[in-house]
């Protein structure tokens, strides 16, 4: 076996350098976009739980409420038998004004006494606080991590800008941590401050986040927590910090789960273009085959040996994928958490870190896709008789004889992934996975006698739209079926990718314009925090009464929004004044109508439902949701199940009245202001704006302003799925060059004889510019209805099984559109090499060539 | 009886009639309870207000300086006191309240920040913290009342040529709860006033600060140290107080001692 590595598989390879490199970049960038993906999907996930470990430090237990824990807790928790100690906690994300340091985690502590519960890491030779009675005196007072301060160019003493609610507000560095334990969280990038300063600075009132716990020794977390629960009511939440950091995981699993179809994607166009390099490398070495046949070899050894060589490239290319993954997934993780920062409010440390499992699944699967993608060509070489082997040209015009049972077999399959899809046998990721691996290989049994049927039916056009290029191009795709058939599969899946995520991406956003156009029909947000999810400051609710009385306001709504669990999850739970709400907006309901919620919500303290909570719970019309408020556990009986898109883990709205009833917290997230008919909604949000001013943080946006502010937030969730659509159209700009090239190098002989019959160098190269444009072409045409299917996919089931929405079906005719002008451009683009090289063939050495 | 064995007899004798000689100033020393009772009466004032100079120096030598008013009302156990920083600007206004706590030995203490706008009760978990960075720790600013400790005289040393009672302090751990194992006292024998205390934290064998009290000077009939110094043996950094414009019994206003004078802006 080494014999023949060294003689034909060596000798192999540097004679067509460059198409061996083709082969192993195809593996390359499989394992890249999975290690990348991997490794950053991760990191995100790693560092939420282990911010929130470090954070907590050596508490054992973490109490908090909805809306925020009063501060007389604090008081009644120290004199509870079993606590060595307790500490109120505030935790925001801020940005400093020179946004390339990265966001950065606020901490608001107790100085006076959390040593007890977190090591702040003050030792050494020039490390401390600078003056302890300083930083809690002056509000301005902040700690760096010293990593931070390096990067930012802070010494104590001197000031960093940082952007918070009320605007820019400078801090002064009053100490700065040791890189160890507690400094470590959030990466490094973390500022704490007096709890009671971050009170203010956050408008928590007279609230903290949460409290953090240490029992006494001899007491066991479950007794800790049973005490807890059990003197605290179910009004508050004791948990573990462990237990805090799997529910932040799983709020941004919906988030991470995309990336799993990414990464399968990358894998599966990873091993086509793997498949399609040692595909053609069969039919370019037959001869040699031949011979090795006829000097005795037999049909395993031959297999054998090209698998060896595909053993050698998936080693190769995972480990050089492995590594390009951990430089591309810095920039990927920097992205994930800006996007789950802006859609869930929380984010976790900002370093990737390669770890064995990753490299040990990024080398598998280089191996596994090389060797699944060569066992076909493999097979194929061993069965190549001498004879065969020796008669020119008759292995490249032979074609699938089959072609009836694989299209038979290639429909069942698809048919079977769109019943599975359309069933509820599987669930989740399974789902996702199955589907997509039926339909695949669905796809690919089909793609091969389809396109070549294709490009029978385009052979006539391409000769009388382009008399010299065309019948070149035609000849050449033509005359070798599965080379082209291996890129347009290629092709054809990458766009197929492209056009449903596409498309499910256009749906979403088109679904939650519409809504919006229907729910947010006022003219002024008033906000005091630009982060949705995790509002950095709330109002008091005497503010609306100051709003409605300036000139020109009509009405003011108080909308709050508090996030407890429910059953394992964390939903919405919004409050409104509903009947000046339901004067204006117009629901879309699953289940009940617009009367029976205007009764249910304002005279019978009901509860409207969103559709995916509906799904999500099992509960609908009648039915009671049993929520936590700080007086026990109240039941609200369901009046509507309505469209909604406000959570991606189902929601539940209440009256104003009946929230501040049973929560006894009037604080605000946003007024939503109607103006007068008439009256300039610009003079109005000025009047609001000198009216805070000074007082209160104050975004006022208009209502275009405020969608479109939201529109952003759609935007971050599928920012990293936009990468990867990016990413589809790369591999499909590979997937043409590889081809194009292993075309031209075929066909050295037939454009020198060209060439010697009087063929222009234009000509040539202008076939070669052609047959990137028809394999582009014809990939396109066939991934439209399989890019349709894979939209519906996405946007029906998937987005139902992960969100609870499900999107109408909209045809992705923007991605279309730009895609009939992407693909010319990247054909044109991916044709350059090889069609200068076909231009600049030498006759001479062209006929001697073989 | 040879010569050796009356040698022996000799210093057996000796022995006998030495041994009660060695003993007698221990049999006869007055009791620890008894002497700080007397110490304690005989320095026993109504109330006392300084201003005092509050110097900290880290291990590097790093010195920082601030100025305070301070008032007491009561002694020992009873006492009430009130801190007001005055110096530097940045810290003008915050007041350190210290009130005797209904059932328990141990004080109620508030620290107000006028930047805040609002006072902060000290945890008794914080206790051990360092009090506004200084090298005293909250504990350390509560009064020292023995009949909180189980007391015992430990011998005599003399300190600064000062010939002084050694007692050992143990803390009693009944309504309370202390960070210190024990205290060492040392209470000059002339005006029985404490001049030294060596702070042994629990769990350790050797002291982990010591308090020296200087300058002992009699003020309106008392006498008074105007320089307090506690030095941290293990961090080797040391905080100075000294005492000036001091008084003694002046009436204080009753609502001198109270949460609501705490916050109030520029309430002494």
């Not at chain 1, 049972?405 to 599975?420: E, H, M, Y």
């Not at chain 1, 058939?485 to 088109?510: E, H, K, N, Q």
């Not at chain 2, 009873?78 to 005055?86: A, C, G, H, V």
Request: charged residues 20%; proline residues 5%.
């Amino acid at each position: 076996m080494r014999f023949l590595l060294r003689h034909l598989s060596l000798s192999y390879a540097r004679r067509h350098l460059a198409k061996t490199i083709l082969t192993l970049l195809g593996v390359v960038v499989g394992v890249t976009t999975f290690s990348s993906i991997k490794t950053a999907q991760d990191a995100l996930v790693v560092g939420i739980g282990s911010t929130v470990d470090r954070v907590a430090g050596k508490a054992q237990l973490q109490v908090t409420m909805e809306g925020g824990v009063p501060e007389a807790l604090q008081e009644r928790l120290r004199n509870m038998p079993g606590i060595r100690a307790t500490s109120p906690v505030i935790e925001q994300i801020v940005v400093p004004e020179k946004g390339e340091l990265g966001s950065l985690m606020v901490i608001g502590v107790d100085l006076l006494g959390d040593r007890e519960m977190r090591d702040y890491g003050f030792e050494g030779d020039d490390a401390d606080l600078d003056d302890p009675l300083l930083f809690l005196a002056q509000p301005d007072s902040a700690l760096f991590t010293r990593e931070f301060a390096k990067r930012a160019g802070l010494t104590t003493g001197t000031s960093l800008a940082v952007k918070v609610p009320s605007g820019v507000r400078k801090v002064t560095a009053r100490g700065l941590m040791s890189p160890k334990g507690f400094a470590q969280a959030f990466g490094g990038n973390l500022m704490v401050v007096d709890v009671y300063a971050a009170q203010e600075l956050f408008g928590r009132g007279r609230r903290f986040d949460r409290i953090d716990v240490r029992l006494q020794d001899g007491v066991t977390v479950a007794q800790g927590t049973e005490m807890l629960q059990k003197a605290l009511g179910p009004a508050y939440r004791v948990e573990t910090p462990a237990r805090r950091g799997e529910q932040m995981e799983r709020l941004v699993a919906n988030f991470t789960a995309g990336f799993n179809v990414s990464s399968a994607f990358a894998l599966s166009i990873g091993i086509f273009l793997i498949f399609n390099a040692f595909n053609v490398s069969v039919n370019r070495r037959r001869r040699d085959i031949g011979t090795l046949r006829a000097l005795g070899a037999t049909p395993r050894q031959v297999q054998v040996l090209f698998l060896a060589e595909a053993l050698i490239i998936g080693l190769l290319g995972g480990a050089l994928g492995c590594l390009a993954g951990t430089a591309f997934s810095q920039a990927l993780l920097v992205s994930m958490g800006q996007s789950t920062e802006m859609v869930y409010g929380i984010s976790g440390s900002g370093i990737v870190h390669l770890t064995p499992a990753i490299v040990l699944q990024s080398m598998l699967l280089g191996l596994v896709a090389s060797l699944v993608g060569a066992w076909g060509p493999a097979l194929s070489a061993s069965r190549i008789s001498p004879t065969e082997a020796f008669a020119k040209g008759s292995f490249q015009a032979r074609v699938q004889r089959r072609v009836a049972p694989r299209i038979a077999a290639g429909a069942a399959l698809v048919a079977g992934a769109v019943a599975l899809a359309l069933s509820n046998v599987v669930r989740g990721n399974g789902l996702v996975l199955s589907v997509l691996l039926l339909g695949g290989i669905g796809l690919v049994l089909l793609i091969g006698p389809l396109s070549r049927a294709v490009l029978v039916a385009l052979g006539p056009l391409l000769t009388r739209l382009f008399p010299s290029a065309g019948p070149l191009s035609s000849d050449s795709l033509l005359g070798n079926p599965r080379r082209s058939a291996g890129t347009i599969m290629a092709m054809a899946l990458s766009l197929t990718f492209v056009l449903g995520l596409g498309g499910y991406m256009g749906s979403t956003r088109l679904t939650i314009v519409r809504w919006m156009d229907d729910i947010l029909t006022c003219d002024l947000f008033v906000r005091a925090s630009a982060n949705f999810s995790r509002p950095d400051f709330l109002y008091p609710g005497a503010v609306k009464g100051e709003i409605l009385a300036l000139p020109g306001v009509r009405t003011v709504e108080s909308y709050r929004a508090i996030r407890p669990q429910f059953h394992g999850r964390q939903i919405l739970v919004g409050s409104v004044e509903m009947d000046t709400l339901m004067q204006r907006v117009r629901y879309d309901f699953a289940q009940g109508n617009r009367d029976a919620m205007r009764e249910g919500l304002l005279n019978k303290e009901m509860c409207a439902v969103t559709e995916n909570f509906h799904d999500r719970f099992g509960l609908s019309v009648g039915d009671k949701v049993p929520l936590n408020t700080p007086g026990g556990m109240v039941e609200f009986p369901i009046a509507a199940v309505i469209r909604d898109y406000s959570s991606d883990q189902g929601a539940v709205f209440l009256d104003r009245k009946v929230f501040l009833r049973h929560w006894q917290d009037d604080r605000v997230d946003i007024y939503d202001v109607s103006v007068t008919p008439g009256t300039d909604p610009g003079k109005v949000r000025d009047a609001i704006r000198a009216k805070l001013s000074g007082r209160y943080p104050a975004l006022i946006s208009t209502q275009r302003e405020f969608k479109d502010e939201i529109g952003k937030a759609i935007d971050a969730f599928y920012a990293v799925m936009r990468i990867t659509v990016l990413l589809a159209l790369g591999v499909a700009f590979l997937g043409i060059v590889t081809s194009l090239l292993i075309s031209v190098a075929e066909r050295t002989r037939e454009i020198g004889i060209l060439k010697a019959l009087g063929a222009l160098p234009g000509q040539i190269a202008r076939s070669v510019v052609l047959e990137a444009l028809v394999l582009a072409m014809v990939g396109l045409m066939l991934a439209l209805p399989a890019g349709n299917l894979f939209a519906a996919f996405m946007e029906g089931p998937v987005a139902k099984a992960f969100t609870g929405w499900a999107m109408p079906h909209h045809y992705p005719w923007e991605v279309l559109g730009q895609l009939l002008v992407a693909l010319p451009l990247v054909s044109f683009l991916a044709a350059g090499i090889p069609a200068r090289q076909a231009a600049g063939v030498k006759v001479t050495e062209a006929i001697e060539y073989e | 009886m040879t010569r050796k064995g009356f040698k022996s007899l000799l210093l057996l004798l000796a022995a006998a009639l030495l041994l009660p000689l060695c003993t007698a100033p221990a049999l006869a020393a007055p009791d620890a309870r008894a002497l700080l009772k007397e110490s304690e009466s005989r320095h026993r004032t109504k109330t006392q207000q300084y201003s005092g100079d509050l110097t900290v120096v880290n291990k590097e030598g790093k010195v920082r300086k601030k100025g305070w008013n301070s008032y007491r009302q009561g002694y020992a156990g009873d006492s009430k006191n009130l801190i007001r920083f005055t110096d530097p600007p940045e810290v003008k206004g915050v007041g350190f309240l210290s009130l005797p706590r209904p059932g328990s030995d141990n004080p109620d203490q508030w620290l107000y920040l006028p930047s805040m706008k609002r006072e902060r009760r000290i945890a008794p978990q914080d206790r051990d913290a360092s009090f506004v960075g200084t090298d005293f720790n909250y504990e350390d600013m509560e009064e020292f009342d023995h009949e909180k400790y189980k007391v015992a005289l430990q011998g005599e040393e003399t300190l600064d040529g000062q010939p002084c009672w050694v007692i050992s302090a143990i803390p009693l751990e009944k309504g309370s709860k202390s960070i210190y194992q024990k205290l060492i006292l040392y209470l000059r024998k002339d005006i029985l006033y404490l001049v030294r205390e060596d702070l042994i934290r629990k769990g350790d064998k050797e002291p982990a600060k010591r308090l020296v009290l200087s300058d002992i000077k009699n003020v309106e009939g008392h006498y008074v140290a105007a320089r307090m110094e506690m030095t941290d043996l293990k961090k080797g950094s040391h905080t100075t107080v000294t005492l000036k414009q001091i008084s003694f019994n002046r009436p204080q206003p009753a609502s001198r001692f109270t949460l609501q004078n705490l916050t109030r802006e520029g309430g002494d």
